[in-house]
């Protein structure tokens, strides 16, 4: 029989403070709002492309996209407000441009600030726990690869990687060491449990390390830290990269030993989705535990994807299951710098 971690009423659930950006931050959110009301997601606001950098030009707003994706993941309404929210349209000057951002639009442009529009959102959707920008500064992404060459944008570093065909070394947010909004960091300071990922290694995960105070927050708490590790490597971003390799870049963008544990899976990915990420120069993570422990991290590993319309995905609920039951499992106490099991 499968064990399942008890269910305390969601509101007296771990305070979870989960960073990062993209679809694998809001896809965890899904299944972690089941277990606790006290969530604050820390969002990137680096992006440039698409539809949130068409808003971002044009209404000079910080990009609305990966926030209204955690937003939505995180609502409680009726399911005809989700759907307007994802709903894109698709003729005219507003193609490819999402309901929701521009609903994200529309309240930044009658409050006071860009944290504020997201709050007045989070309260029209109903959501659980809070959406936090990490910062409300308009900083772009800069990468530098192994060749020497670099780009600015968000949206241009896969198409750079592509052609110079080498690793990216850096990234930097510019202008530099931006301000933390102060709400996230004090969600940070406040987590029982801080949840790197899962996402783009250097365009999700790491901007958020990059803004100021944020590091220094997650250094000084006494949670439990855990990378949620991803199942592929990424095209235009992390080809044959290992664990370690996105541990490592991870800890050279922010400090050593940032977090001592990382949950990676274990399930078989089917071979059609193998093959098919393959044609695309991706395939699946491999789990270098010695190398890995060699920087301190131990690697936990449990079955928490599935396959979604031929692309891999951590599954929401399976993923919220074990990183729950992981924080009920270790009883953290801090013993020079890391965390002991009681």
Not at 228 to 243: I, L, P, R, S
């Amino acid at each position: 029989m499968e064990y399942r971690p008890y269910r305390a009423p969601r509101k007296h659930g771990p305070r979870i403070a989960v960073i990062g950006g993209g679809h694998g931050l809001s896809n965890m959110l899904r299944g972690l709002k089941d277990y606790t009301e006290n969530l604050s997601a820390i969002v990137t606001v680096a992006d440039d492309g698409g539809g949130s950098g068409a808003l971002r030009q044009d209404l000079g707003m910080p990009p609305p996209g990966d926030i209204r994706n955690c937003l939505v993941a995180l609502a409680n309404t009726e399911p005809l407000m989700k759907q307007m929210m994802d709903y894109r349209f698709q003729e005219g000057t507003l193609a490819g441009q999402s309901f929701g951002n521009l609903f994200l639009a529309a309240l930044n442009g009658i409050s006071p600030s860009f944290d504020t529009a997201v709050r007045r959102m989070s309260e029209v959707l109903a959501i659980t726990g809070r959406v936090l920008p990490v910062t409300t500064a308009d900083v772009q992404l800069e990468a530098e690869f192994e060749n020497g060459a670099s780009v600015i944008g968000e949206s241009k570093i896969f198409h750079c990687k592509k052609k110079e065909d080498c690793r990216i070394t850096k990234v930097r947010l510019l202008p530099e060491h931006p301000k933390a909004l102060p709400e996230a960091l004090a969600a940070i300071r406040e987590a029982d449990m801080i949840v790197l990922g899962p996402g783009s290694l250097y365009t999700s995960i790491i901007p958020n390390l990059l803004v100021d105070g944020i590091v220094d927050a997650i250094q000084e708490s006494s949670a439990l830290k855990i990378y949620v590790c991803n199942v592929m490597t990424q095209e235009g971003e992390t080809e044959g990269y290992t664990a370690s390799d996105h541990i490592a870049a991870l800890f050279k963008h922010s400090v050593p030993g940032l977090f001592h544990l990382s949950l990676v899976n274990s399930s078989p990915i089917p071979q059609d989705a193998a093959e098919r990420y393959a044609q695309e120069g991706a395939e699946l993570l491999r789990y270098d535990k010695e190398r890995c422990a060699a920087l301190g991290v131990e690697l936990v590993s449990r079955p928490i994807v599935m396959v979604q319309d031929g692309y891999v995905r951590h599954h929401p609920d399976k993923l919220a299951q074990e990183l729950i039951l992981l924080h009920a499992e270790r009883n953290v106490r801090i013993a020079g710098g890391r965390y002991r099991t009681e």
